[in-house]
């Protein structure tokens, strides 16, 4: 799945710069958690393609309140569009959502740690970022009229080299199934392919201490490594 993931935003404007010719406007987030503002890139009225600041929790528009009650802050893939809450998103309202990199937690290979499961920054071995495939949905409060924006992740099974920390993770993208993604005439078919279980580039696996657990420790102490990065 994906429940943490850092933003650090001038590596992310040198992928956005080559994506789109966008710049990522901050601000740096190392330890952004559901339910917190994220910007994500999506087409505008006009399909030109913009950045959003959104909350990382998906309201469907027809919810009678923005409330978190349920889970939505990962969309599965395999569902998406079956899902009462994320097939309309999934249809006609996606995004990509730039990340550094994305926290795990597992239980250390030989054991140890007296069975607690400890965290992994899941990191690109070369390029600045990562791009995750996403939906959003626009809420609008009844009574006052305002607005809400937010989205979800999509999630898919694990391709092998990532199971041994979870057995789901984000649906990663790379620049041209990015821009597929996107594309709002994009076939069902095509995007559910983008959405298999597979690393568009090699990643490292960083055991990284467990200050990150605190989704309030947002300063750069959360992304120090304690080991060996492991190659993904």
Same mark, same amino acid.
């Given at each position: 799945?994906?429940?943490?993931?850092?933003?650090?935003?001038?590596?992310?404007?040198?992928?956005?710069?080559?994506?789109?010719?966008?710049?990522?406007?901050?601000?740096?987030?190392?330890?952004?958690?559901?339910?917190?503002?994220?910007?994500?890139?999506?087409?505008?009225?006009?399909?030109?393609?913009?950045?959003?600041?959104?909350?990382?929790?998906?309201?469907?528009?027809?919810?009678?309140?923005?409330?978190?009650?349920?889970?939505?802050?990962?969309?599965?893939?395999?569902?998406?569009?079956?899902?009462?809450?994320?097939?309309?998103?999934?249809?006609?309202?996606?995004?990509?959502?730039?990340?550094?990199?994305?926290?795990?937690?597992?239980?250390?290979?030989?054991?140890?740690?007296?069975?607690?499961?400890?965290?992994?920054?899941?990191?690109?071995?070369?390029?600045?970022?990562?791009?995750?495939?996403?939906?959003?949905?626009?809420?609008?409060?009844?009574?006052?009229?305002?607005?809400?924006?937010?989205?979800?992740?999509?999630?898919?099974? #694990?391709? %092998?080299?990532? =199971?041994?920390?979870?057995? !789901?993770? +984000?649906?990663? /993208?790379?620049?041209?199934?990015?821009?597929? &993604?996107?594309?709002?005439?994009?076939? #069902?078919? %095509?995007?559910? =392919?983008?959405?298999?279980? !597979?690393? +568009?580039?090699? /990643?490292?696996?960083?055991?990284?201490?467990? &200050?990150?657990?605190?989704?309030?420790?947002?300063?750069?102490?959360?992304?120090?490594?304690?080991?060996?990065?492991?190659?993904?």
């Amino acid at each position: 799945m994906c429940g943490r993931f850092n933003v650090d935003a001038d590596p992310l404007s040198r992928l956005l710069m080559e994506l789109v010719k966008l710049r990522h406007p901050g601000p740096d987030n190392h330890n952004a958690a559901p339910t917190e503002t994220i910007v994500v890139l999506r087409l505008d009225d006009a399909g030109a393609p913009e950045l959003a600041p959104m909350r990382w929790w998906l309201t469907p528009h027809w919810a009678k309140d923005a409330g978190t009650r349920y889970s939505m802050f990962n969309a599965r893939s395999e569902t998406v569009e079956r899902s009462r809450a994320f097939r309309d998103p999934f249809r006609k309202r996606r995004c990509v959502v730039p990340v550094s990199g994305f926290y795990e937690w597992a239980r250390p290979a030989g054991g140890g740690s007296g069975g607690r499961k400890l965290p992994y920054y899941i990191r690109p071995h070369e390029s600045p970022g990562m791009l995750l495939a996403g939906i959003w949905d626009r809420w609008r409060d009844p009574d006052s009229g305002e607005t809400l924006e937010s989205f979800a992740i999509l999630t898919t099974d #694990a391709a %092998e080299g990532l =199971a041994f920390v979870h057995d !789901r993770q +984000p649906a990663m /993208l790379g620049l041209a199934d990015a821009r597929r &993604w996107l594309d709002p005439e994009a076939p #069902a078919d %095509e995007l559910k =392919a983008l959405l298999s279980p !597979r690393l +568009p580039e090699d /990643l490292d696996a960083v055991p990284v201490s467990t &200050w990150v657990n605190n989704a309030r420790h947002k300063d750069p102490r959360v992304l120090e490594p304690i080991a060996d990065a492991v190659p993904v």
